[in-house]
T-cell receptor, first 116, second 113 residues
Framework: GNSVTQMEGPVTLSEEAFLTINCTYTATGYPSLFWYVQYPGEGLQLLLKATKADDKGSNKGFEATYRKETTSFHLEKGSVQVSDSAVYFCALRANAGGTSYGKLTFGQGTILTVHP | NAGVTQTPKFQVLKTGQSMTLQCAQDMNHEYMSWYRQDPGMGLRLIHYSVGAGITDQGEVPNGYNVSRSTTEDFPLRLLSAAPSQTSVYFC????????????FGNGTRLTVT
């Protein structure tokens, strides 16, 4: 079956540090890949997405590139801020047609804390 | 635009009690779903619906029922609560189509004692 594995957290960084959160996946075919962010007390929000190999998703200074050869979708940001403190989830959607569009498989989440 | 609204935000139940978690969306989304979030396990799909009158099971459906009588509402029913159902529950909706993102509510934190 489909699965997503994220690097274990928590991750603690100082402001302006470089961020990488690793994500690898197992899926048949050509899944779509997503990063969601969850701020304290809130639901998940889409951060960025990529729908085919070599696509780069980007938003709010975050980037992730869909690497089919390594089945990875690592999240990066060059300079984190305190306001980036949140839980980050990698997810995939197997594009199997039919009603598959809503069925996301999530990683376990990575807690990021950024200190001033 | 309220988006996806979940009620209540917090709930404590005793083992064996039943209750309904409410979810409503005002974006005219065809697709709605329920996830549970547990520490170290990410989110797992409980039930989903692709339109009014149509529901199907997700990854962890046991102990839960759903119905979809309108496009806007998708309640989740716990028939006989168990401590294993202690979790944070999220409702999400989207348009149809493989590139449409899920929109999440703010969650319901349920504790079963």
């Amino acid at each position: 079956g489909n699965s997503v594995t994220q690097m274990e957290g928590p991750v603690t960084l100082s402001e302006e540090a470089f961020l990488t959160i690793n994500c690898t996946y197992t899926a048949t075919g050509y899944p779509s890949l997503f990063w969601y962010v969850q701020y304290p007390g809130e639901g998940l929000q889409l951060l960025l997405k990529a729908t085919k190999a070599d696509d780069k998703g980007s938003n709010k200074g975050f980037e992730a590139t869909y690497r089919k050869e390594t089945t990875s979708f690592h999240l990066e940001k060059g300079s984190v801020q305190v306001s980036d403190s949140a839980v980050y989830f990698c997810a995939l959607r197997a594009n199997a047609g039919g009603t598959s569009y809503g069925k996301l498989t999530f990683g376990q989440g990575t807690i990021l804390t950024v200190h001033p | 635009n309220a988006g996806v609204t979940q009620t209540p935000k917090f709930q404590v139940l005793k083992t064996g009690q039943s209750m309904t978690l409410q979810c409503a969306q005002d974006m005219n989304h065809e697709y709605m779903s329920w996830y549970r979030q547990d520490p170290g396990m990410g989110l797992r799909l409980i039930h989903y619906s692709v339109g009014a009158g149509i529901t199907d099971q997700g990854e962890v459906p046991n102990g839960y029922n759903v119905s979809r009588s309108t496009t806007e509402d998708f309640p989740l029913r716990l028939l006989s609560a168990a401590p294993s159902q202690t979790s944070v529950y999220f409702c999400a909706s989207s348009r149809t189509g493989e590139v449409s993102p899920l929109h999440f509510g703010n969650g319901t934190r349920l504790t079963v004692t």
